[in-house]
């Protein structure tokens, strides 16, 4: 009965690599999102989605692919993975606005 | 730019002791200002903060906000060894569904 669950908890992968990461919220909220903690611990926003469409996409590289197939779900692609992608990424829901945000537990993704 | 500061960086204190975390913003149309703590895995949620110098308290943490200094802080009295962790402060950009975070206070309790 986790709210927001985030699969999987560690990722470690060669550069090069493709990979995905899958999110789930039990909460019946709106909008999703994924947020990047690198290694000093700053949460960045990488995108948001409300209701399956996309509102915020700020400046990732066009490698990351996040897909909401309904607004309980929202995954994220990274294609030709690279050292500087290793970090924590954290999926996110809100409902209302401000938004206060509910975290899934991260995914460590560590790339060698 | 927007952007939010979080002051200081790190901090390591006794047990028992009380700290003061700050949390300054610069954001354009300013609505709210939000608190984080962030143990091993995800942040969880502590206050939301609208109103300038009104007190929201929580147990042994408490938060307040200064719209005319742009600044918030965040208190805990009688720290204890379970306190230690990330705290996180965080604002809404206006006519976004997005915060944008401090870099966050580490703080250590020894005990």
């Known amino acids: 009965d986790t709210a927001v669950s985030q699969t999987p908890k560690y990722l470690v992968t060669q550069m090069g690599n493709d990979k995905s990461i899958k999110c789930e919220q039990n909460?019946?909220?709106?909008?999703m999102y994924w947020y990047k903690q690198d290694s000093k611990k700053f949460l960045k926003i990488m995108f948001s989605y409300n209701n399956k469409e996309l509102i915020i996409n700020e400046t990732v590289p066009n490698r990351f692919s996040p897909k909401s197939p309904d607004k309980a779900h929202l995954n994220l692609h990274i294609n030709s993975l690279e050292l500087g992608d290793s970090a924590v990424y954290f999926c996110a829901s809100s409902q209302g606005s401000p938004p206060s945000l509910h975290f899934g537990n991260g995914t460590r993704l560590t790339v060698t | 730019e927007d952007k939010v500061v979080q002051s200081p960086l790190s901090l390591v204190v006794h047990e028992g002791d009380t700290v003061t975390l700050n949390c300054s913003y610069e954001v354009t149309n300013f609505r709210s200002l939000l608190w984080y703590k962030q143990e091993k895995k995800a942040p969880t949620f502590l206050f939301m903060l609208t109103s300038s110098g009104i007190e929201k308290k929580s147990g042994r943490l408490s938060s307040i906000l200064d719209k005319k200094e742009l600044s918030s802080i965040l208190n805990i009295t009688a720290t204890q060894t379970g306190d230690s962790a990330i705290y996180l402060c965080a604002a809404p950009l206006q006519g976004a569904q997005k915060l944008v975070f401090g870099q966050g206070t580490r703080l250590t309790i020894n005990p």
């Open positions: 909460l019946g909220h709106d909008t």
